[in-house]
């Protein structure tokens, strides 16, 4: 049987590395046929040289030549803005470990091909849901929670077949804007701050003092 093919995006870090230390443990079940990243050029190259991968893509081109002159021969380095969408759709998996709205282009690639997505990138969901959620019914398309409790509560659903039983889950924040702060310091008025950085279009959430659209 052929090893499953990954793309890991966002390779350089946390979750990319962790996704690379199983890879690199299971040999003959994974493939990485492509690797990504914003800029991180020394890990970038290392990870290359490891995995022999088919492509390399960079988000900051002015890094491409950096990246290109470390990669092994025969691999192809792809750099600009659409370099990670386009590495998506290479792999029969690809782990999107982008930080940030720059993970979206890549969910929405992923999906479309009908490809397998492991999902750490949660801004796609905070920024574009309805549309993850349209794109995510490609025939073939995949979405999987990859990323601490997400991951969690979805392996607890699907090992006691209890989905459609339960009505609502509500999740603990463990980091974010709030991090570090006492209890008693973040209050009902602060609510609109944890989504600030990210409200970028009409599925972004909002404070509690802003109106929605009619």
Known sequence: MSPTSVAVLGSTGSIGTQTLEVVADRPDDFDVVALGAARSVDLLVEQACTFRPDLVAVADPSVAADVAS????????LAGPDALAEAAVLADVTINGVVGFAGLPVTLATLAAGRRLGLANKESLIAAGPVVQRVRTTPGAELLPVDSEHCAIHQCLRANDVDERVARIVLTASGGPFRGRPGR??????????????????????????PRPS
């Open 70 to 77: 470390g990669v092994p021969d025969g691999t192809e380095v």
């Open 185 to 210: 310091r973040t209050g009902r008025r602060d609510r609109g701050r944890g989504f600030g950085p990210i409200r970028r279009g009409p599925w972004a959430p909002r404070s509690p003092s802003t």
